[in-house]
């Protein structure tokens, strides 16, 4: 590929990359306000047309690596596994 082919990508690249998260913002600012009708109605579920939708609370459990670390570095480090991967990046 020449640099001006190569340019011409990563020109178009951009111009997705700038359409996608304006799509994303848009979608998150609906589900925002979606969820603050369900708020509104004091509901965590609602059947709309064809759709049903559920703002729900979850419940989880997750291992507090930093607090494990701290109180047994040892038994952490026999334990961790070091990874490689490749970062792709347009600036």
Request: net charge positive; glycine share 0%.
């Amino acid at each position: 590929m020449s640099t001006k082919d190569l340019t011409a990508k990563v020109r178009s690249l951009k111009e997705l990359e700038a359409l996608i998260a304006e799509a994303q913002a848009e979608a998150e600012s609906i589900k925002d306000e979606l969820k603050a009708e369900m708020i509104n109605r004091n509901t965590e579920e609602m059947t709309v047309d064809v759709f049903k939708i559920r703002y729900k609370t979850v419940k989880s459990n997750r291992f507090d690596t930093n607090a494990f670390k701290s109180t047994h570095k040892e038994l952490y480090n026999q334990y961790i596994k070091q990874t490689e991967s490749r970062r792709f990046t347009v600036a």
